[in-house]
């Protein structure tokens, strides 16, 4: 009885406020960059930096002029600006972060995806969901995080939190 007692209290003990489990944070490092979100967010998702690694970041940088089929491009100094916070906040930069090693990691050195959706890791993770709940109205695509992950501004992504319109609480068939 005592040793189970002092096993869970070395588990609740290892759980800190912060997201940290055994040393590591869940999830990704939030956004924190008020210029980032004014620029990115009012057309999209603000997508945690942590998301792609710094050469993914610096190729969706190179063609803002063709920003997934809309011209976003930038002033010079505003562009310079916002990559440094990419660069800076990227996935190999914060792999004390759950998922932004798991990304990181589910990347080969070959590979530069320009896209969260065509990482290794988001596949495989989404790999189950019906087309259906994809394509529906509410959510539209997979890159639309906010539709399903109901604390993805924060920076989690836990499957407790997804909650998918006109279906419900996530549950693995």
């Not at 990559?83 to 990304?103: P, W």
């Not at 992504?157 to 998918?164: D, G, H, P, Q």
Request: proline share 5%; hydrophobic share 35%; net charge positive.
């Amino acid at each position: 009885m005592k040793k189970v007692v002092f096993a869970s209290l070395l588990v609740v003990g290892s759980l800190m406020a912060d997201g940290s489990f055994l040393g590591g944070k869940k999830d990704v490092a939030p956004v924190t960059d008020d210029f980032y979100i004014k620029e990115c967010a009012s057309c999209h998702f603000a997508y945690q930096p942590g998301l792609l690694p710094s050469k993914s970041w610096k190729k969706v940088m190179e063609n803002l002029n063709d920003h997934f089929g809309t011209d976003a491009s930038l002033e010079p100094e505003d562009k310079k600006k916002i990559l440094k916070y990419l660069v800076d906040n990227s996935a190999e930069k914060f792999t004390n972060y759950k998922r932004s090693k798991k990304i990181n990691d589910s990347i080969p050195a070959v590979e530069t995806p320009v896209a969260i959706t065509k990482t290794g890791y988001f596949i495989k993770e989404h790999k189950g969901i019906k087309p259906k709940l994809i394509e529906q109205k509410d959510v539209k695509s997979l890159a639309n995080c906010m539709a399903c992950h109901t604390k993805a501004d924060k920076g989690s992504y836990s499957e407790r939190e997804i909650n998918i319109p006109n279906y419900g609480k996530w549950e693995d068939d």
